[in-house]
């Protein structure tokens, strides 16, 4: 009697068998769970060619809130939000911890390149008109996130308690004292029983207040379609890395109540502020109504600028005006960071003269204004831009695969001496310079983001 082989039809073929049907299996699964979700709506496109990093500023400045997230949360298990042990935790952390400078000069380095990226992605929108595409919350949510993202990064340097962390905390309560109702009882409630409660409250508002608001603002203020580019991202993380390495935070020196402050500044984001209350000028006018006017000013742009020209060459009004207020910008940080040092006192050495900053102010505006209203109204007059007018601009390759295949081995061959040098950048954080390795580091980042990109552009021509 012959015997018959039977064939298990569910049984799954060989091809179906492996590590790459299991990954497709789970891929499937997530994405399957993942469809009731709210994150479903966001969709990631990653470009096959270069397209310009402007478009997509707001994603680079997530990107940097990612950043500071990862490397909080690692400062965060040897931080102590205590009076006494606030600073020497983070000597601690810079002097002991392995790696510990280094991530705390990546958490420094991205908070500053979040509040830049986040100025810059605000004067792309207003520039390009982008803002006209969508509805009015998307462009206050943005304003709102920015203004949160300065003060984000305001608490996080007050929790150091150096000295020039209690600068930042008397100007700041300084100026909530001057604001009326709400002011006083802000400072009362930040402070409690003084700065044990202070530090403790302010670290909560870093850690967790703050962060929260940012994500809620996130959620409305995010397009649907994000751009993930893999080069730019990178370079973005290289460029915090060598400048990490360039320019290494400083621990500051410890504040106690006999230390003597001297000459502090505050960041550069601060400055313009902090110049503006060296007038000496009633602290309310100076710390709270003037920076008021300029986020409100950009905040009602949606409602004031109804056209339907998207362009800045044809926005002649609303161009003067944004070239106006990034020339303010330029001139009141410039002030905030002079310091007479020739004075007899340091009273003397930080006043800044409300005749002269103020004139040079409206000067620059003036200058700004008239200067980008009339440039504009003679392109349109001799009818600039209109030839180029509704042509697609083309991506040039400059590159032939033969050079692009000669700058990649190049590129390669310098990665290979970065990685190759990698011995003598443990033994430079051991010897106490973690910032050779991290400039390094960041090199070698910027090479890949380099060598990804012109790899991309010969396989896209």
Known sequence: MATTQTTDSTAPPKERIGIIYLIKKLYHYI??????????????????????????????????????????????????????????????????????????????????????????????????????????????????????????????????????????????????????????????????????????????????????????????????????????????????????????????????????????????????????????MPKFIAGILLPTLFILMFAVIPFVDKNRKFSWKDRPFFTALGIASIGQILLTTYWGFYINEKAPNPTSALFIDPVQLFGAMILVAALCYVGTYAFLRRIATKGGGKAARGKKPTQVNFLTAKWATIVIVAMLAFQVFLNANLGLMVFGVIKGFPNIEMFDLGAVVLVFAGMYHVYRTTRAA
């Open 31 to 280: 994405v399957d769970g993942l469809d009731r979700t709210g994150w479903i709506t966001y969709k990631f496109t990653i470009p096959k060619r270069f397209v310009s990093p402007l478009p997509y500023l707001g994603f680079l400045t997530f990107f940097c809130f990612l950043i500071l997230g990862v490397s909080g949360a690692l400062l965060m298990l040897y931080y102590t939000p205590s009076l006494t042990g606030a600073w020497l935790s983070v000597q601690f952390i810079n002097n002991k911890i392995p790696y510990g400078e280094i991530v705390r000069n990546i958490h420094y380095e991205a908070s500053n390149a979040m509040v830049f990226l986040a100025l810059a992605h605000m004067y792309y929108n207003y520039f390009s008109g982008r803002f006209k595409i969508r509805n009015e919350i998307i462009w206050v949510t943005g304003i709102l996130f920015g203004t949160i993202t300065v003060l984000e990064a305001f608490t996080g340097y007050d929790i150091i308690l150096n000295t020039r962390a209690v600068l930042a905390v008397s100007i700041g309560a300084g100026l909530n004292y001057s604001a009326p109702v709400l002011g006083p009882l802000l400072v009362h409630t930040l402070f409690g029983q003084g700065f044990s409660d202070f530090i403790l409250r302010v670290y909560a508002l870093h850690i967790f207040i703050v962060p929260v608001l940012m994500i809620i603002l996130a959620l409305v203020h995010f397009p649907r379609i994000l751009t993930f580019d893999l080069p730019v991202v990178s370079a973005v993380f290289g460029i915090i890395l060598v400048v990490g390495g360039m320019y290494p935070v400083s621990l500051g020196i410890q504040y106690t109540p006999t230390t003597n402050v001297g000459y502090t500044l505050p960041e550069w984001y601060f400055t313009g502020l902090y110049g503006f209350l060296r007038t000496f």
